[in-house]
């Protein structure tokens, strides 16, 4: 299935700007297993969602929006090989890519693709974990790990954050992280993330930066998450002041029961590629 069920003129590859990636794999995740369905589930909600944006007065599919193939593996060192050249390839064709995961682990191989081949970038990270464990389960390619690898990369900055292993305070940098409890005593917050980044941004989003209460399916739920209107402002603000080269979304662990977390996912990609091209000044 394409992305946002749309016309076939508008999701060809050659006429896209945005190629969304699949990456259905869910095998390092410690708790709620189910993230493997989260791109499917994504695609699925997507179809469902109206394709007119009325912030931007746009409708953002017809920059063109190209489904991939899913790309799948067996191990997160695979993957992160794997999904590296993929993307490299997307890079070198000029078109932003969109990772629909799966576990977290999965933003290896972009995050390293876009360091090599764009200069002057920063990952700005979206998550209620650090994840900046050297090594977790005996894999540097965990889940729990994917932060640490980028940190290796580039300049790296963490919002939302409310949990972590002790041990992951010698990889944070205290300047560059901002926790979710301090953010709501902040009005000046988004600035000072801003402030933080270079001229060129890759976004990682991990679903559970959102509070359970609106975002409950996700495989490590935190209390005290943000709300989508603050996300909404921040990725605002990013995209209209820098140049976003790529994102991705990851960790939706989808609940049959529970489909508003699989179209508030959906309905996030769209919100993000609305303002990448018709970002109201």
């Known amino acids: 299935m394409n992305y946002g069920d749309i016309p076939a003129r508008y999701s060809d590859l050659d006429g896209s700007k945005v190629v969304i990636i699949p990456v259905p794999f869910d095998g390092t995740s410690t708790w709620s297993k189910g993230a493997d369905k989260g791109p499917a589930a994504i695609l699925d909600a997507s179809a469902n969602m109206e394709l007119f944006d009325i912030e931007t007065d746009s409708e953002p599919y017809t920059i063109g929006l190209h489904t991939a193939e899913p790309i799948k593996y067996k191990t997160p060192e695979e993957g992160a090989e794997v999904t590296e050249k993929k993307v490299s390839e997307y890079i070198d064709q000029e078109k932003i890519t969109c990772l629909l995961g799966g576990e977290h682990s999965v933003s290896i191989g972009a995050i390293s693709a ?168």
Not at 156 to 171: A, F, T
């Open 114 to 281: 876009y360091a090599k081949k764009i200069k002057n970038l920063t990952v700005l990270q979206l998550d209620a974990h650090s994840d900046m464990r050297n090594e977790y389960q005996g894999s540097k390619y965990n889940h729990a790990c994917v932060m640490a690898r980028a940190k290796e990369l580039c300049p790296v900055v963490q919002v939302g954050i409310r949990s972590m292993d002790k041990e992951e305070l010698d990889n944070i940098d205290a300047n560059q992280i901002f926790y979710a409890e301090k953010i709501r005593n902040n009005k000046n917050w988004i600035q000072d993330v801003i402030n933080k980044l270079t001229d060129n941004v890759y976004i990682t989003i991990d679903l559970d930066v959102f509070d359970p209460s609106i975002l409950p399916s996700t495989g490590t739920p935190e209390p005290g998450g943000l709300g989508w209107y603050e996300v909404l402002d921040l990725l605002r603000e990013v995209i209209k002041k820098k140049n976003l080269v790529g994102f991705d979304v990851v960790e939706l662990a989808p609940n049959p029961k529970e489909k508003s977390s699989d179209f508030l996912a959906s309905k996030l990609i769209y919100k993000i590629l609305a303002y990448r091209f018709f970002n109201p000044s």
